[in-house]
């Protein structure tokens, strides 16, 4: 089972940092969410609104805006949500 090797500090964030920091932080909360740390990612888990928006389902807003990350990245921020979302 890979999902418990999925780790926030080293998988998780630099994704959101490279896809999303720049219109989520916290001096620029693009729809309210600040991507910069684990407590605003993990928010958008909890209103199960983040999957929706980076799978870019319908009644969702697409995210990240322009491009969709990869199915690589989609399905390891999958498994690490389904894991637990563990901040390691």
Known sequence: DTT???SYTSIIKPIFAYWCVGCHSSTSAGGG????NYDGIVSSIKN????????QQSGYSAMP??????????????KWVSAGYANN
């Open 4 to 6: 418990s090797t999925i």
């Open 48 to 55: 199960n609104r983040l999957l929706g928006s980076i799978k």
């Open 65 to 78: 805006q322009g491009n969709k990350l990869s199915d690589c990245d989609i399905k390891t921020i999958e």
């Open 33 to 36: 969410y600040d991507f910069s």
